[in-house]
């Protein structure tokens, strides 16, 4: 057998993107074989390459080396006439183009799907912005934490009586990104079939709303408005953090079986017949007095006492893994989820790994984060058609 290919091998896509949801979608594209074009602003890059970690004040940003690996680089002046045209030039060989800039910006840069579609009538346009290119707050400038509050997660993330708390990733950002790789690979599929490219319009703010699993419901189909409500689940007790000998551990029983396991598992099978405890509505009705008996339980052990027990009896359970511990877990360095890059300018760095994991196809191949503008010739000779005396052309007019 030959070696596996990787799923998106020969696609080709034309990043404008920057920072955090654009980078993330397609660095889930690069990681899956596509050739990702990433072009950055002249001087400039990518305003990631300035974020922390910074190993010191001339190196290469942690951030941006892990969201950029698998991609290349080239380094444009998009205001430049001759800039724009390399990247229609690229853009012909090209089948999908992406960007998260604010409604309006691209296409003052003369990078919008209507000047893209004009050079690559099948394009396939993917744009990334905190509210949609339409509505009344299309305008509206965003960040990951203004997405989160305005798309629901704030106010239901936190303690009943504390302020509103953002989730500690930028769940926003990420939303974002995936949303838009599903999308971009399902018109990919659609074109394949028909011959049809198309626009693709992703808001933070929706991908955060549509990710709310049963809060909406709640107040759609159940009339009750949900809030910060701390660990516990809406609608299923015990099912929150405890706390123990030794630090916290999360225990989840979301229904009538894995309660009675529980129940069997602390030799306390006499909550199975109480009254208050026979179903989710009175588990969650007696919801205190349950989580004090819990909270009895799991205090008068260890972490890793009250994990071994819970795990033999198959009830869901886990201690609350700080980074550092992840780093080393056995779990993810089974599931090659922590891997190593040799960077041209940092030397070896560990980075997360790939969560897709395939049976016939690859995507353990991965290539260190593009120094700025480093492939500007392989991509100007493979995509953009320009032969070498053209390129020197370009760097005598200062265009590379």
């Avoid at 060989?93 to 998260?100: F, K, S, V």
């Avoid at 809406?234 to 030794?246: M, Q, R, S, Y």
């Amino acid at each position: 057998m030959g070696e596996k290919r990787r799923p998106l091998d020969g696609v080709v896509v034309l990043d404008f993107t920057r920072v955090y949801s654009g980078p993330y979608c397609t660095l889930m594209m690069a990681d899956l074989g596509a050739t990702v074009i990433k072009v950055e602003r002249k001087g400039l890059g990518d305003d990631s390459r300035e974020f922390l970690p910074l190993r010191d004040s001339a190196g290469e940003s942690g951030y941006y080396m892990y969201l950029n690996r698998n991609k290349k680089s080239i380094e444009l002046d998009l205001k430049n006439p001759k800039s724009l045209e390399i990247i229609y030039a690229l853009s012909k060989n090209a089948d999908i183009c992406i960007e998260n800039y604010s409604p309006g910006v691209a296409a003052r840069l003369g990078i919008d799907y209507d000047s893209i579609r004009k050079h690559k009538p099948d394009i396939i346009y993917g744009s990334i912005s905190g509210f949609g290119q339409t509505g009344p707050y299309k305008d509206k400038a965003a960040y990951d934490v203004v997405a989160q509050a305005m798309g629901g997660n704030m106010s239901i993330t936190g303690f009943k009586d504390g302020p509103p708390v953002k989730l500690g990733a930028s769940i926003a950002d990420a939303s974002a990104g995936i949303h838009m790789a599903y999308a971009l690979i399902s018109a990919l599929y659609h074109r394949e079939k028909t011959g049809e490219g198309q626009f693709v319009d992703v808001a933070m703010m929706d991908t955060v709303f549509s990710t709310l699993e049963n809060f909406v419901v709640m107040q759609t189909y159940g009339g009750v408005t949900p809030t910060r409500n701390g660990n516990s689940n809406l609608g299923a007790a015990p099912f929150n953090v405890f706390i123990t000998k030794d630090s916290y551990v999360a225990i989840a029983t979301a229904n009538n079986s894995l309660f009675e396991k529980f129940a069997r598992a602390v030799n306390r099978p006499e909550l199975i017949e109480d009254e208050r405890f026979k179903d989710n509505k009175g588990r969650k009705t007696n919801e205190e007095v349950l989580n004090k008996i819990v909270n009895d339980w799991t205090g008068t052990m260890t972490t890793a006492e009250v994990c071994e027990i819970l795990d033999k009896a198959q009830v869901p359970v886990g201690p609350i893994l700080s980074i550092d511990q992840l780093v080393e877990d056995p779990q993810l360095r089974d599931r090659e989820m922590l891997v190593e890059i040799n960077h041209p300018t940092e030397g070896r760095v560990e980075f997360p790994g790939n969560p897709i994991k395939y049976s016939k196809t690859k995507v353990d191949v991965f290539e260190p984060a593009p120094l700025l503008g480093q492939d500007a010739e392989e991509i100007l000779m493979k995509w953009g058609g320009c032969t070498a005396d053209e390129i020197e052309e370009l760097k005598n007019d200062g265009i590379l």
